[in-house]
């Protein structure tokens, strides 16, 4: 029986595409002084920022530098591009009226998340928050996941771990999860596959309601 449901926040709760973007472009010009591309942008979705930046130079101290401006230029953005995504209220609302229980795991700092579930007037919904603050490894591991459902008080096969990265699928199904994907995502589908292909696509949140009412999901095996 599914009890709850673990959500990434960037890109599946949160519209925040064009802000990641727009920060990383900035901070890799100023920093390194060159241009970088949407494609290998994206290709960095779902890591914690050091990791994103560790693609880009292997310098520590740079890597440093990279995240402070990184951070500054994105909360200079946050506020007046953040959006949410159709659907969402509703299924999670839906969602917590069926009694199920929500987590939200992400690669963000803790205060950044909790920033931005206040700007879309979702943060009394959420029973846990599972950050970068809260890890010793982020996504693809499973730390992350582990965590949330531990802190639900619930087993890795009671929840549903839901992303729009394949980091996110790959962190789900090590931790023992089943798993599903957002449609809506920015990422090329070509590199959902092998351990990062979903159990199952959304259109929309909301359609986790009917998926758990009508047992669609099986359980795993302890």
Partial sequence: MIKGILFDFDGTIA???????????YTVKTCLHRETTREEMLATFGLVIHDAFYMYTHDEAKITEMRNIYRA???????????????????I??????????????????????HGLSCLGLLDYVDVMVCA??????????????????????????????????????????????TFAVNYTDLDKKRFVGEGEPDGWLNSLDELVDIIKNNFIEEVSK
């Fill in 73 to 91: 230029e994105h909360n200079r953005l946050h506020d007046e591009m953040i959006k949410i995504f159709p659907g969402v209220r509703k299924g």
């Fill in 133 to 178: 603050d809260d890890v010793i490894n982020g996504k693809p591991d499973p730390e992350p996941m582990r965590i949330a459902a531990n802190k639900l008080g619930l087993f890795a096969y009671e929840c549903i771990a839901v992303g729009d990265s394949p980091f996110d699928i790959m962190s789900g199904k090590r931790a023992g999860m089943q």
């Fill in 15 to 25: 519209d925040t595409t064009e802000i990641i973007l727009t920060a990383f472009a």
């Fill in 93 to 114: 609302d839906k969602l917590k009226k069926q009694g199920i229980r929500i987590g939200i795991v992400t690669s963000k700092k803790s205060p950044m998340l909790k």
